[in-house]
């Protein structure tokens, strides 16, 4: 019953801002990272963000300076702050996470998604 939810997409103007919530559930006993992962219509699902279970952080150079990745373990959510939005943001995005349930070990749990547009 491991679970990541994504919540917070919607439609912005260009130059907005939303903050995307992913939060996990059922029983993960490790998180060892969490990504943002975002993929346009027609095109491949790439990494944009990531945190460690130590707090280092990783952005894709496009993103670089306008999206912040950050955590609050009490709520068991991992956030991607998105300033400056830019049309070319617009994408379904996903949390996905290297945890640990017990005994088994998941390389990346992934979200079920949510779209973020951007209008020009």
């Known amino acids: 019953q491991v679970q990541l939810v994504e919540s917070g997409g919607g439609l912005v103007q260009a130059g907005g801002s939303l903050r995307l919530s992913c939060a996990a559930s059922?029983?993960?006993?490790?998180?060892?990272?969490v990504g943002w992962y975002r993929q346009a219509l027609g095109k491949q699902r790439d990494l944009v963000a990531q945190?460690?279970?130590?707090?280092?952080?990783y952005y894709v150079d496009s993103v670089e300076g306008r999206f912040t990745i950050s955590r609050d373990n009490a709520k068991n959510t991992v956030y991607l702050q998105m300033n400056s939005l830019k049309p070319e943001d617009t994408a379904v995005y996903y949390c996905?996470?290297?945890?640990?349930?017990?005994?088994?070990?998941?390389?990346?749990?992934w979200g079920q998604g949510t779209q973020v547009t951007v209008s020009s």
């Open positions: 945190i460690t279970s130590g707090g280092t952080t």
């Open positions: 996905a996470a290297d945890l640990q349930v017990g005994t088994v070990r998941y390389y990346n749990f």
């Open positions: 059922g029983g993960i006993s490790s998180i060892n990272a």
